[in-house]
C-alpha cells in the first residue's frame, strides 16, 4: 500500500483538515458499512482537502459531494470507498489484485489517489483539460507514482493500454459504452454508475472467462453526467 508523502503543512492539515477529522471519517465509513480495512485505511491516510479549493477545507471530512468547478464535483468519500470496495471484492474471491486498472472521469484526482494505493498501475483519462492539469500537480505533491494520465473522450477509454483487470467509471450514462467494456479482460471487473440525472445505479460487471458479463445492482447513486468530446 502506498504512503503518501505529506511534505508541507498544507498537506498535513489543521483543526478542520488535521489528522483528527481524517479519523473521523474513517470511523463514520466503518459505521455506515464499509467493511474493506484496506480501503478505510487509504482514505483515513490521504488528504481529501488537498483535491478541493481552499474555501471548502472545512468541509473536506464531512461524508458529502463537493464542486471542483466545470459542473464536476469530488464525490462524497462513502460513494468513493464502496466503488473501491467493490472493485477490490472481484479480485479477493480469486485470493488476487488487479493488477492494471482504468479509472474514466478524473476529475479532482480523489478516487486515482485512492486506487493508486492499492493497485500496481493505474491509467485515468479526463476529458477537461484544466481539471487534469490541476489532478496532475496534486499527483506529484504527493509523490504518486504508479498512476498515468490522459486528456481525451473517456468514453473512448484507454485502448492502446487495454486490456484492463478493472474499470471504474466516476460519471453515469444511460448504458456502458461498448468500446470501453472492450477493454476488459475476460475475467475482469467494471464498476459505473448507470442511469439518467434523476435515477441512477452503481452497478458491477465481472467476466466470466467466457466472453459474458455478470451485472449486478449495487445501490443507488448520484453522479455527473458520462458526456463525450474534450474540453
Known amino acids: ?83 473501491t470496495e467493490v472493485l477490490l471484492e472481484h479480485f479477493d474471491s480469486k485470493q488476487g489484485m488487479p493488477k492494471k486498472v482504468l479509472e474514466i472521469g478524473t476529475g479532482s484526482g480523489y478516487q486515482a489517489a485512492v486506487l493508486a494505493a492499492l493497485v500496481p498501475e493505474l491509467f485515468t483519462v479526463e476529458r477537461i483539460e484544466e481539471l487534469l492539469r490541476q489532478a496532475r500537480r496534486r499527483f506529484r505533491q504527493l509523490g504518486i507514482t504508479n498512476l498515468r494520465s490522459k486528456h481525451d473522450d473517456g468514453k473512448l477509454g484507454w485502448p492502446d493500454e487495454a486490456p484492463f483487470d478493472a474499470i471504474i467509471l466516476t460519471a453515469a450514462g444511460d448504458t ?27 452497478i458491477r460487471m465481472r467476466g466470466d472467462g467466457e466472453g459474458d458479463f455478470m451485472q449486478e445492482e449495487l445501490g443507488p447513486v448520484s453522479f455527473v453526467p458520462l458526456l463525450g468530446g474534450i474540453g
Open 1 to 83: 500500500m502506498t504512503v503518501y508523502r505529506l511534505p508541507a503543512a498544507e498537506l498535513k492539515g489543521e483543526g478542520m483538515t488535521s489528522q483528527r477529522a481524517r479519523d473521523r471519517l474513517a470511523v463514520s465509513l466503518k459505521e455506515s458499512g464499509i467493511r474493506d480495512t484496506r480501503v478505510i485505511e487509504v482514505i483515513r491516510n490521504l488528504p481529501r482537502h488537498h483535491f478541493i479549493d481552499q474555501a471548502l477545507h472545512s468541509r473536506a471530512y464531512e461524508n458529502t459531494a463537493l464542486p471542483i468547478g466545470h459542473g464536476q464535483t469530488i464525490s462524497q468519500p462513502w460513494v468513493v470507498a464502496r466503488m
Open 176 to 202: 456502458i459504452p461498448t468500446r470501453i467494456l472492450d477493454q476488459l479482460t475476460p475475467t475482469g471487473v467494471l464498476v459505473a454508475p448507470v442511469g439518467s440525472a434523476s435515477s441512477q445505479t452503481l
